[in-house]
């Protein structure tokens, strides 16, 4: 069965994400070897500590077997941020509709082959299944996923081809990685239950959840939230000083006239809108 | 009643205002809300066309450090449905005071995040049953995650220093797309050009149409010429 956990409910699940950190880890790291961080048996990056939203799959033993991780396309995500290599240095899509998928990985070692709901065929199929249908609950119409050759091997033959692709595949170590391109139809969702035999909600209902949950749920900490909100609307003195002071530092280590320039643009900039209180200082001699 | 392209206005209080008044108009809604963080800037905007008495008691009881819709709704990548949110004794509390003003639990927020950690909560509600919302947010959701993103880019970059910095950059297949729009092409005929699917030349536009801060492919093309980033022949 398929749960989502994300920055809402991630607090419940803690036990869940680490079993999940861990699979990444074992595929990421080891299998497929990625240069990723690992600490403590956990594969976990920058993109982790944006509240993503997580669709994991749990076998009957309530144990992770499958996972995926979802972000948004109009704030930081890993092709605009650390996948740009397979953009060659281009600009990624940006769209409110389309939502970016990595680290999709199904636990090999927990699975067996065949086709039944234990299965690496299924498990598979039902995170894909599961995914496009979270997002197209959300309003999503397109997803562009980061994977291997491998994974698009899979994706082929489960009758669920990529429709496009964007970049160029480009080796991220021990496998090359590329970016392609799902639509969230419903049309594509079928394809997929059919070819795997998948029937009925895939979600599991309230209690199955509660079933998983962390044994105390810690109260969600909005403190980060409150202080940006109750910041007010202009910066105050010490922000005011240290912006100053970095513009002043640009223009110090100018190595060039250009560079120089640039600094005075941004220090013009900054006045414009009035975040700092002097324009030119009199140390910017150009 | 088409809802308003804010690129073009001044974006003045009202004109915020009568965007929100068009968008419940056109998509059967009762009231919506903008509330954003722009930490570039360091600035807070919120604005909303709930009754008057309404948003000056929410004030008078500080509901905006403790709204649920707002803070909690914030964690999500997804659109949150409030029906998420009702075991929340903060929301109970919340839709108690609002309900004398005829304001339902039926409703959503839709989180947008900007490229510079910059946080957007667009929110609507409409006074019918779970059943009728459910059918209406399946409907407009689509099309509110768009005016949401419109929304938070504009009032993003209505500020000097996020201006400066969020100049459009166009992907090499973005602008090569748009220039044979320009051109008079239709979608197919891009896809056949290039010899891509017609589905990859539509999210591209998407694209184009979101980092130009564009409602419509026409828009979309008008100003990238205006920016010199594509040359009509």
């Known amino acids: 069965m398929i749960i989502v956990v994300d920055g809402l409910n991630r607090d419940r699940y803690g036990r869940l994400l680490d079993e999940m950190f861990a699979l990444r880890a074992r595929v990421f790291g080891k299998r497929l070897g990625w240069e990723v961080d690992i600490k403590d048996g956990k594969e976990i990056d920058q993109f982790d500590a944006l509240d993503p939203a997580y669709v994991i799959g749990v076998n009957d033993n309530g144990k992770v077997v499958s996972c995926v991780r979802a972000l948004q396309t109009t704030g930081p995500h890993m092709l605009s941020d650390v996948f740009s290599a397979i953009l060659d240095g281009d600009q990624p899509l940006r769209s409110p509709t389309i939502w970016e998928s990595t680290r999709f990985c199904v636990d090999t070692e927990a699975l067996d082959r065949g086709k039944t709901r234990n299965s690496v065929s299924y498990a598979t199929c039902e995170l894909m299944a599961a995914s496009l249908e979270y997002a197209q609950e959300s309003g999503i119409s397109d997803i562009v996923t980061v994977i291997d050759p491998i994974m698009d091997r899979v994706l082929k033959r489960s009758d669920c081809a990529p429709y496009g692709y964007v970049g160029k595949t480009t080796p991220m170590g021990k496998v090359p990685a590329m970016a392609a391109l799902l639509d969230c139809s419903d049309e594509r969702i079928e394809k997929i239950r059919n070819f795997a035999g998948i029937e009925g909600n895939v979600f599991m209902d309230e209690d199955a959840a ?61 006045f414009e809108a009035g975040m700092i209180n002097r324009r030119k200082p009199k140390f910017f001699v150009c | 009643m088409t809802v308003i392209d804010l690129s073009k206005q001044p974006n003045a209080d009202s004109d915020l205002r009568l965007f929100l008044d068009t968008v419940c108009e056109t998509h059967e809604l009762d009231f919506a809300a903008y509330a954003g963080v722009n930490p570039i800037a360091q600035t807070v905007h919120g604005f909303v066309n709930y009754p008057d008495e309404w948003q000056k008691l929410y004030v008078e009881q500080g509901f905006q450090h403790r709204d649920p819709t707002l803070l909690t709704a914030a964690r999500s990548i997804a659109p949150v449905d409030w029906v998420r949110l009702r075991q929340e004794d903060s929301f109970r509390t919340l839709f108690r005071a609002a309900h004398d003003f005829g304001i339902a639990e039926q409703g959503l927020t839709i989180p947008v995040r900007g490229p510079y950690g910059d946080i957007g909560l667009f929110s609507v509600t409409r006074n019918c049953s779970d059943k009728e919302w459910g059918l209406l947010k399946k409907k407009i959701l689509g099309e509110m995650q768009h005016l949401a993103v419109h929304l938070h880019d504009n009032v993003v970059r209505s500020h000097a220093l996020t201006r400066a910095l969020t100049s459009p950059s166009l992907s090499a297949r973005e602008t090569e797309i748009l220039q044979w729009v320009a051109a008079g092409k239709t979608q197919q005929d891009v896809a056949d050009i290039l010899n891509i699917s017609n589905r990859t030349v539509e999210v591209h536009l998407r694209s184009s149409r979101s980092k130009l801060g564009a409602l419509t492919t026409s828009q979309a093309v008008g100003r990238a010429i205006g920016l010199g980033l594509i040359h009509p022949n």
């Open chain 1, 210 to 270: 509660a079933a998983l949950a962390d044994p105390v749920a810690p109260e969600i900490d909005h403190s980060l939230f409150d202080a940006i909100m109750s910041a007010g609307p202009q910066p105050d003195a010490e922000t005011r000083n240290m912006l100053e002071q970095y513009c002043h530092d640009q223009a110090s280590a100018a190595q060039s006239r250009d560079e120089l320039h640039a600094a005075n643009r941004l220090a013009g900039v900054l």
